[in-house]
């Protein structure tokens, strides 16, 4: 067995929600955020409006 | 005994591995992935075909529980999505506020779905949302103003004063400011561009729909006239003129113009290609024109990943994206603190319609606060997942599909199509290039040690 990909833990999901204001994780939290895309192969979210 | 007290994730997404009999499995909740031998193989896809996992031996039982590949029996594992979706939709740390300072445009796209009605942001509207900002940035820690339209740069004081007020509240308040642009940049000119990259407005969204005649074929001026050298220019143009500006050049594509997306990538110089990113749509929605129509879901899926291995190799930023464990909402307009200000200062949710037949769901009143409508509740209480996808092993990735969707029609839509094949070819891709020990691959970033994403 070997892992190629470590787990995530959930609060380490959660900490763009839970960060402090100082810390700056909000911003990079918001980053995570928007790369999650699985439609458009690009890292994308689909959060981009326009056509 | 023991061995009852766990079972397979349902989350759980197997496929053969790159050695001969290995078996690779991804948990889509907790972003691990393992890779198993011939031998343990047989064990784990006899757990996963039967829900059982008292044949798989001690020495992995442990491993597979830190992975989440095995859980306890009593862990509700549909309740943690449904609590990070909670968490995102109500998540007060961000506000995002797309504004549209008009529905007008000087182009018309074959495959829009707008009605381009003059229209302007009249001051007083300008000014009830610089209120609104003023207000409501102070409550965020992140705040991400988008201009869209319409064509934004029609109305380019509005976005000059607008983007100023945001940018001195946010400083004031301590607020991380995002600005973003979707333009079709015919007027994003260098004298244009100058003072909007001054103003910190950075990030801009460029359609381009393949090379020249098909760009001009698919997203001619109002008067027919072509449009694409201008685009080109304008864009390289706006890239050049700070090094801190990136561009995702989108291109939306059919059958008509699949051929003509490659020779797009040869057209930008090789000093700006590590700021643009490709982001390739099919066609949407329920027009003619619509990619699906004509292109079946595997091809477009072939497609998409070999326009982005060749932009990859051509110095882009682009990339075949990784596959991240984590997602707490599909999209920004699930979220609580997230609107669309149209030029009249009514407010939407999602930006995808013709904003004049469409009933928005609230009004930005003078004094700077919203008034929300039924429409805005009813928006909100669309259920966080239709049936289908609590049953979907892909729904901690996905997050449950299009809510205007849902709302409209109660179904899912088209795009749930395309995520079983692109996730299973990225997640091949990733079990691959790991067997040659070359993490990141396709730009991708294997975090270790419980960093945030895969």
């Known amino acids: ?51 | 005994m023991e061995q009852d007290g766990w079972v397979p994730s349902r989350f759980n997404l197997a496929f053969d591995g790159p050695a001969n009999g290995s078996l690779v499995i991804f948990n889509t909740l907790r972003g691990a992935m393992v890779e198993f031998d011939a031998e343990e193989s047989v064990t784990m896809r006899g757990a996963m075909d039967s829900g059982d996992a008292a044949a798989i031996p001690a020495a992995l039982r442990q491993g597979l529980l830190d992975c989440g590949i095995l859980v306890p029996t009593t862990l509700d594992e549909l309740a943690i999505v449904r609590a990070r979706k909670t968490t995102g939709v109500a998540d007060s740390n961000r506000l995002d506020v797309v504004v549209m300072p008009t529905i007008d445009c000087n182009f018309r796209c074959v495959y829009c779905y707008e009605k381009h009605a003059g229209s302007s942001m009249a001051v007083p509207v300008r000014d009830s949302l610089v209120a609104f900002l003023e207000r409501e940035i102070p409550k965020f820690k992140g705040v991400m103003l988008h201009w869209y339209g319409g064509e934004p740069l029609l109305e380019p004081e509005t976005v000059l004063v607008v983007t100023d007020a945001a940018t001195r509240v946010a400083g004031a308040a301590g607020a991380t400011l995002a600005l973003q642009m979707t333009t079709n940049g015919y007027l994003l000119t260098e004298d244009v561009a100058r003072p909007l990259v001054q103003a910190g407005l950075r990030e801009y969204q460029v359609t381009i729909d393949g090379a020249r005649e098909a760009h001009d074929r698919l997203r001619p001026l109002g008067g027919g006239d072509p449009s694409f050298d201008v685009v080109l220019a304008n864009t390289i143009a706006v890239l050049r003129s700070s090094s801190e500006v990136q561009v995702s050049v989108r291109v939306n594509f059919n059958e008509t113009n699949a051929g003509d997306v490659l020779p797009l990538l040869d057209q930008f110089p090789d000093d700006v290609r590590d700021r643009i990113r490709f982001v390739f749509e099919p066609i949407f929605g329920h027009c003619s024109v619509r990619a699906r129509a004509a292109i079946e879901d595997e091809e477009i899926s072939r497609l998409l990943r070999s326009w982005h291995e060749h932009a990859a190799a051509g110095g882009y930023a682009s990339s075949v994206g990784g596959v991240h464990a984590g997602k707490l909402v599909y999209c920004y307009a699930e979220r609580e603190n997230q609107l669309v200000v149209s030029y009249d200062g009514a407010v939407f949710k999602c930006p995808v319609c013709d904003f004049t037949t469409e009933a928005p769901v609230g009004r930005l009143s003078s004094d700077g606060t919203i008034a929300r409508y039924d429409d805005w509740t009813l928006w909100m209480d669309v259920p966080a997942f239709d049936s289908a996808c609590e049953a979907c092993v892909f729904s901690p990735l996905c997050m449950g599909g299009c809510r205007r969707e849902r709302l409209k029609t109660g179904g899912l839509g088209d795009t749930c199509a395309l995520v079983p094949q692109n996730v299973s070819y990225v997640l091949k891709q990733i079990a691959l290039q790991c067997e040659d020990g070359l993490i990141p691959l396709l730009g991708l970033t294997a975090h270790h040690g419980g960093e945030a994403s895969i």
């Open chain 1, 1 to 51: 067995m070997k892992v190629i990909i470590e787990p995530v833990a959930e609060e380490q999901i959660l900490r763009p929600v839970a960060a402090d204001a100082e810390s700056g994780e909000v911003a990079a939290g918001m980053v995570i955020q928007s790369q999650c895309c699985v439609v458009h192969l690009c890292g994308c979210s689909c959060d981009h409006a326009g056509c």
